[in-house]
């Protein structure tokens, strides 16, 4: 068993949102939403969630760029304005998230789930969505220039 520390987690601002022991920043996180912690503006650049379970949580602004969000469940979260690009999400579940106005240019969406997704807005460029489901998502003012499906 890993040894806990000290996470905190800080806006893109530097604004300190959440602090406690935990063995990961993602157990730290997943723990915070149970909660009821809302991460709005909150920088993850290049974390790892890699199946991590944030259904629900609110992120709206925040910087998941270059993250590791392979698997991870987003299912219902707010994602509104989120920066995501360059982060692998690969199986992940986007399902009835709202993305609205959010960046995913160069991600990775093989075989993700964005059923009933709010789209709306957002930046696919250059994005992988090879097997994505968008099944009754809202992609009205998508921007997928450069995609692959």
């Known amino acids: ?4 520390m000290k996470i905190t987690i800080k806006s893109q601002t530097g604004e300190v949102l959440y602090t406690c022991e935990a ?8 723990d915070a939403i149970k909660a009821g912690v ?9 974390a790892n969630f890699r199946g ?3 259904s629900g949580a609110h992120f709206k602004g925040a910087d998941f760029r270059n993250a590791n969000l392979r698997g ?6 707010d994602l509104r ?6 982060a692998n999400l690969i ?3 986007l399902s009835d998230a709202n993305l609205r106005d959010a960046d995913l240019s160069d991600s990775n969406l093989i075989g993700a789930n964005l059923i009933g997704a709010n789209l709306s807005g957002v930046y696919f460029r250059f994005a992988n969505l090879s097997g994505a489901n968008l099944s009754d998502a809202d992609l009205s003012d998508a921007d997928f220039s450069g995609a692959d499906f």
């Open 52 to 54: 991590a379970d944030l």
């Open 81 to 86: 304005d989120a920066d995501i690009r360059g």
């Open 23 to 30: 063995e990961s920043v993602r157990d730290a996180v997943e």
């Open 1 to 4: 068993m890993d040894e806990k």
């Open 38 to 46: 809302k991460f709005a503006n909150a920088n993850f650049r290049g």
């Open 72 to 77: 991870t469940n987003f299912r219902g979260a």
């Open 91 to 93: 199986g992940a579940n």
